[in-house]
């Protein structure tokens, strides 16, 4: 035999070597993980993100599943029948300003699903948007699997509750949730529920739709702090935000002791991570993964020293579309079942030119879909841009009704001291008494008594007690909320208590 024959020889005994093997092995038994050449297992290759997709989709069912909650257990007592600033009264304003009409005009001021139900009972409405909200945040956030139906339908809930929460949902973390929400929308295919639907590939168009997201977030809170207070600029903000910040938590305590020079050194590397980072984005794949990984390095250090809601989680979010399966793969197992294996199985068929039959259709309007997405994002970012570029830059704006694309910031100014509104009640006939005794009520999460441990909240959000804060810096009469408040406590009202930690009444009258 010819050497050559030989040669060809070696392989064919080794195939029917390993065929009896085969044989020999129990149905059962899983296929093994794929190897590279050199027998380690096989690297996800990068440029693709379809596990990118899955923790974008997770990370935002989570942040909804939260702001759900939060509307659960506390809009009735805010908005609902018998609220602070009943939504019923507020849709009926619109109505009325729009001469009794529900058309066009009004749909445009208040999106929202409201204008379609029965407002008789307003609490039950409040109660069926959320519930609606938690259940299928639940199921995406336990499964992984999501279409643009269902994404579309929690967009639009949570739409419908911010479009009736006038001042309760005024902060900037609603409008981010609903840019946030509205872009994962397109994450999806049309129909399928999949956590890796092989006929839609993850869009870039969306992915720098996240990231130009993330990069107005950063870029305008960090020029609304230079524009917006001098002790940005001489390093000193630090020294005060800690104990000056809406709600402290424990952590905040000890790190308003820290030295000047760690306070310069915060202020420096918020500087640094608001203004210089954001441009990283645009630099190519390891300097946009560095983005990434600063980002969610910031985000998670604000989230361990203050109480700001789901703001900090929520801005993870855009952050993970810099990362791609390369990147994010040791988030998975690597076992032969796994989402790892499969992407890598997938990799290897577009390698070698075995790709799913496409749907010529379907991708055709998938690709117009998100073209035209990437038109509106880019023509309603124009305000955004000018404003982001004027000396006179507001923040946490919308120039649209559904608050697709919108502008950011935060702490333009920084208080330098801290002054608190203190609710008391008295059962003294003569309130004017030098011996009339004044009892504090207690709030869930906001400064009062002093001997009180600050409380641990993020990503949960007591809003009567963010806007306690707001209204330190105004008068009673610029906040007509606090004197309904003031009026329910009078009535011992229970809804209105149950926005309350302590009631120093409870089993007795009402203060007089």
């Not at 029917?16 to 092995?25: F, I, P, S, T």
């Not at 299928?136 to 339908?153: E, P, Y």
């Not at 999949?194 to 993330?214: A, M, N, Q, Y």
């Amino acid at each position: 035999m010819r050497p050559d024959s030989l040669v060809m020889a070696a392989p064919e005994g080794s195939l029917r070597k390993r065929k009896v093997g085969d044989e020999d092995q129990s149905p059962a038994s899983p296929p093994t993980p794929a190897r590279d050449p050199v027998g380690s297992p096989a690297r996800l290759r990068t440029g693709t993100f379809w596990l990118t997709r899955v923790v974008l989709l997770q990370a935002l069912a989570f942040i909804y599943f939260v702001a759900f909650l939060v509307a659960f257990n506390q809009n009735k007592a805010l908005i609902g029948d018998q609220g602070l600033l009943p939504c019923r009264l507020y849709l009926k304003n619109v109505q009325q300003y729009f001469q009794g009409r529900i058309d066009l005009g009004a749909w445009s001021y208040a999106p929202t699903i409201m204008w379609l139900l029965d407002w008789s009972n307003m609490n039950f409405n409040l109660d069926l948007l959320a519930l609606l909200g938690l259940g299928l945040s639940s199921f995406v956030l336990v499964t992984g699997c999501a279409n643009m139906i269902l994404m579309a339908s929690l967009w639009a809930l949570y739409m419908s509750l911010v479009n009736v929460g006038q001042i309760w949902y005024s902060f900037g973390w609603e409008s981010q949730l609903l840019e946030t929400g509205f872009l994962g929308i397109f994450l999806c295919p049309l129909w399928t529920l999949s956590r890796l639907p092989k006929h839609t590939p993850t869009s870039r168009i969306v992915l720098w739709g996240f990231r130009w997201l993330i990069f107005r977030i950063m870029l305008g809170a960090g020029l609304i702090k230079i524009r917006g207070d001098k002790c940005w600029l001489d390093l000193t903000c630090m020294d005060f935000h800690y104990e000056t910040q809406p709600v402290p938590n424990p952590m905040a305590y000890y790190l308003h002791r820290s030295p000047w020079w760690f306070h310069h050194f915060e202020t420096l590397s918020n500087h640094f991570l608001e203004l210089l980072v954001p441009f990283f984005l645009f630099l190519g794949r390891r300097m946009c993964i560095l983005h990434g990984v600063l980002q969610i390095l910031f985000q998670v250090i604000l989230i361990i020293s203050g109480n700001l809601s789901f703001l900090n989680w929520l801005t993870i979010v855009p952050s993970l579309a810099c990362f791609d399966d390369a990147a994010l793969g040791f988030l998975f197992p690597s076992g032969p079942r796994g989402l790892k294996h499969q992407v890598l199985e997938m990799q290897k068929e577009e390698t070698g030119g075995v790709q799913p039959k496409p749907r010529y259709g379907g991708c055709t309007v998938r690709r117009v879909v998100h073209i035209s997405l990437g038109v509106l994002v880019a023509w309603l970012s124009v305000p955004v841009v000018i404003n982001l570029l004027s000396s006179r830059q507001v923040m946490n704006t919308s120039f649209n009704p559904l608050r697709i694309v919108n502008t950011y910031g935060a702490f333009g100014s920084i208080t330098k001291e801290r002054t608190e509104v203190i609710l008391q009640g008295t059962a003294s006939p003569n309130a004017s008494a030098p011996d009339a005794v004044w009892e504090d009520y207690e709030f869930k999460c906001k400064p009062g008594d002093p001997w009180r441990r600050p409380c641990l909240l993020s990503p949960y959000h007591y809003r009567l007690d963010w806007l306690m804060w707001f209204a330190a810096f105004q008068t009673y009469e610029q906040n007509e909320w606090i004197i309904h408040l003031a009026g329910k406590l009078l009535a011992g009202d229970a809804e209105a208590l149950s926005l309350l930690a302590l009631n120093p009444f409870e089993g007795r009258a009402p203060p007089r």
